[in-house]
Every structure is written in structure tokens, then in C-alpha cells.
Antibody, heavy 119, light 108 residues
Framework: QVQLQESGPGLVKPSETLSLTCTVSGGSVSSGSYYWSWVRQPPGKGLEWIGYIFHSESPSYGPSLRSRVSMSVDTSKNQFSLKLSSVTPLDTGVYYC???????????WGQGTLVTVSS | SYVLTQPASVSVAPGKTARITCGGNNLGAKGVHWYQQRPGQAPVVVISFDSDRPSGIPERFSGSNSGNTATLTISRVEAGDEADYYCQVWDTSSDHVVFGGGTKLTVL
């Protein structure tokens, strides 16, 4: 059974960088079979795809966040990470790491982690 | 960028059939996935690739996709089906994942 777990600060100050890590168990992030995604959800609003990373290829980022986002994979720790720079209160929300989204559906999700941007 | 449009809300009485639509340009040419999200929980896929039902999803859930509209159909609606539902595609022209805005299903 694949499990994903997000970790990182729950509170980030405006203009700083939000950093989250997703630890994967029961599967390998280095597998060439799956895309590893980040999705966020502002309070009371819908799902927003942030981006995905696939094997050794360049990540793909959503258009609204592309200028502030970067993703990476650490195969030695079986983790993938998200960095979102220059955050504002509009970046507050639950951040999910997930498997899939491209080609096939998201079949596994992390439990989600609430990140609040506030001074 | 590709846009998926869903109604904000759908209401249905218990035991009746709920239909939630998802609209997009030439959507029938893409594979549509549907997710159910209950409050405080991560989404769960209920339909993949237009009409495939993952293991563990009741047969009451079905999907179709043609032209510019995909539809999630929930038959014999139960109180436990009350949730937010999202459609999703992969836009191969941009390599982007796209979610619809979500539909809140209310069971009357």
C-alpha cells in the first residue's frame, strides 16, 4: 500500500519561501511509471494543481504559480519536495502531495498539511 | 490554458439520481477523472478515464464523456454521498493537470 506524508512548517511569513517535503512509502519516487504531484486547496475553495515531477524529466508547473515554484526529488530518501517563493496570505491553504494526475488519475494522496501565511 | 467548468452546486433527494457535469473544449477527446472530497479529507477518485470505476467504489457511481461534456452519475443517492466532486484531466498540449472548480452535492 502506497502512503504519502507531507511535512514542513505550518506557518510561513509573507515574502518568505514555503518548503514542504513528501515522504513516500510502499512505492519508489524513482520509478519511471508515476508522476508525483503537489495540489493545494485554499480554505473553502477548490483544488489547484501546483505541478508534478516525473522520473528524471523536468518538472511541469501550473501557469499561475510557475514563476515562484520549484520541485525536486531525493531518491536516496524516497522523497519529493516543493518550494514556493515570495508567499502572500493568498497562498494559505491545505497542501497535498499525491501520486499521479498526468496520464492517469491521482490514485494516492497525502493527508494534506495546512500552511498559513501570516506575520 | 485549458478550462473545466462545473456547476457550483447540485441538489438531489435520497434515492434519486444525481448528475454532475464537467464542460471543456473537445473534452470527449480527453480522459476525465472524477474525485469525491468529504469535509476535512483528501479527495478520492471515484471514476477514472471517463467511466472506469476503481475497486471499492459502489456501482451506483458511473461516468460518461462525449463532445464537450463529461457527466458523473450517482444513482440511488444516499446521505453519505454528500460531498464536493471534482473533474480532472491531463491537457497533453501543455502537459498540465487541470481540475474543474468543483460541485457541492447536497442530499436533501
Amino acid at each position: 500500500q502506497v502512503q504519502l506524508q507531507e511535512s514542513g512548517p505550518g506557518l510561513v511569513k509573507p515574502s518568505e519561501t514555503l518548503s514542504l517535503t513528501c515522504t513516500v512509502s510502499g512505492g519508489s519516487v524513482s520509478s519511471g511509471s508515476y508522476y508525483w504531484s503537489w495540489v493545494r486547496q485554499p480554505p473553502g475553495k477548490g483544488l489547484e494543481w501546483i505541478g508534478y515531477i516525473f522520473h528524471s524529466e523536468s518538472p511541469s508547473y501550473g501557469p499561475s504559480l510557475r514563476s515562484r515554484v520549484s520541485m525536486s526529488v531525493d531518491t536516496s530518501k524516497n522523497q519529493f519536495s516543493l518550494k514556493l517563493s515570495s508567499v502572500t496570505p493568498l497562498d494559505t491553504g491545505v497542501y497535498y502531495c499525491a501520486r499521479g494526475g498526468a496520464v492517469g488519475p491521482v490514485d494516492y494522496w497525502g493527508q494534506g498539511t495546512l500552511v498559513t501565511v501570516s506575520s | 490554458s485549458y478550462v473545466l467548468t462545473q456547476p457550483a452546486s447540485v441538489s438531489v433527494a435520497p434515492g434519486k439520481t444525481a448528475r454532475i457535469t464537467c464542460g471543456g473544449n473537445n473534452l470527449g477527446a480527453k480522459g476525465v477523472h472524477w474525485y469525491q472530497q468529504r469535509p476535512g479529507q483528501a479527495p478520492v477518485v471515484v471514476i477514472s478515464f471517463d467511466s472506469d470505476r476503481p475497486s471499492g467504489i459502489p456501482e451506483r457511481f458511473s461516468g460518461s464523456n462525449s463532445g464537450n461534456t463529461a457527466t458523473l452519475t450517482i444513482s440511488r443517492v444516499e446521505a453519505g454521498d454528500e460531498a464536493d466532486y471534482y473533474c480532472q484531466v491531463w491537457d497533453t498540449s501543455s502537459d498540465h493537470v487541470v481540475f474543474g472548480g468543483g460541485t457541492k452535492l447536497t442530499v436533501l
